[in-house]
């Protein structure tokens, strides 16, 4: 008890207060993710590898550890279905956290896809019930975090985004009760927490201390947002970001996550996003994840590798 007390302390600390996301000073909030800017300027993030990007390799979450640290990652954020797989098969989650520190990772985040959201009494029970069944492996693995997207309301219209901070508060407080926190998730392509602006509504709804973003650079393009946007977020209140490129053609009414590519190798205009988000207070991890099945046909460790360096000649440039 004393250790989950331990933790949820911890996390409680580190969690950024959105609040009000407009103009919230530096002082007020802070990350959990060691911020390597005074060592070197050029760099100022982390970088970690999202397990999407290998998930055509069909590589068992063990695998894909030893290919984020040997590929130089500091931070790993899996799938939830390869986890469960995992202990499903009879592996010991005490034995993966070993495994995972012993690499010299930290499991920054997660991805699943609890039905938290929906306005269905039912099922958002037992998307409430999935959700504490995932932060519980997550905590027994050493992770911080948990994705909280919209799945279940992708192809809804004319939800409450007053109602959505309620039950994002809800998932807060599971959060903390469970020592997992929580990141508020857009999808460009929902009709319902699609964009940033319902995001920052609905994280600032929330009215919890904990509350924080998981943004995504192809998201944010696909919404038909911008970038600009992300200036009226602290950048506190976000711990991780998923990073990625993205070609001009197919555009971007028809672009789909398959056309993901490396950072650099699109049209993504890094020197922007990243500039804006730095100026915003962000030092958290980027997270590389991409669903490009060309890169799936390649040998996975050449594809981490590569990610990671062009990931980071991509901030390289943006900072320079």
């Known amino acids: 008890m004393n250790d989950q007390l331990s933790r949820r302390e911890m996390i409680a600390r580190s969690g950024a207060c959105l609040g009000a996301a407009v103009a919230v000073s530096a002082d007020t909030a802070s ?37 984020a640290a040997e590929a130089g990652y500091r931070g790993i954020e899996p799938w939830m279905r390869n986890l469960r797989r995992y202990v499903e098969e009879g592996g010991k989650l005490a034995d993966l956290k070993k495994k995972i520190a012993d690499a010299g990772l930290s499991v920054e985040s997660a991805m699943g896809f609890p039905r938290w959201i929906v306005d269905d ?40 985004l007053r ?62 947002g911008g970038f600009e946007g992300l200036r009226m977020v ?15 053609d197919p555009p971007r009414e028809t ?20 500039g804006i988000m730095h100026g915003a207070g962000f030092r958290g991890m980027l997270s590389l994840e991409l669903f490009n099945r060309d890169y799936w046909k390649q040998d996975p460790l050449t594809v981490a590798k590569t990610g990671l360096e062009k990931t980071r000649a991509a901030v390289r440039r943006a900072m320079g």
């Open 234 to 248: 602290n950048g506190r209140a976000m711990h991780v970001f998923h990073i990625n490129d993205y070609p001009d």
């Open 121 to 160: 009494d039912a099922q958002r029970a037992e998307g409430m019930e999935e959700m504490k069944r995932d932060m519980d492996m997550l905590a027994q693995i050493g992770g911080l975090r948990v994705a909280a997207p919209p799945a279940g309301a992708h192809s809804a219209t004319g939800m409450d």
């Open 163 to 224: 109602a959505i901070g309620e039950r994002y508060r809800a998932v807060l407080e599971l959060g903390r009760e469970m020592g997992v926190v929580p990141q508020l998730e857009i999808w460009g392509s929902a009709k319902t927490m699609g964009r940033l602006s319902e995001a920052v509504f609905v994280a600032a709804e929330a009215a919890h201390p904990d509350a924080c973003l998981l943004l995504d650079a192809y998201h944010l393009y696909k919404s038909g």
């Open 31 to 67: 990350t959990a993710t060691a911020a390597p800017e005074e060592e070197n300027p050029a760099e100022p993030f982390g970088y970690c590898l999202n397990t999407a990007t290998l998930m055509g390799h069909k590589l068992t979450i063990e695998r894909e550890v030893e290919i």
């Open 255 to 274: 672009i789909s996550d398959s056309h993901r590519v490396f950072p650099g190798d699109g049209v993504c205009p890094y020197k922007q996003l990243l």
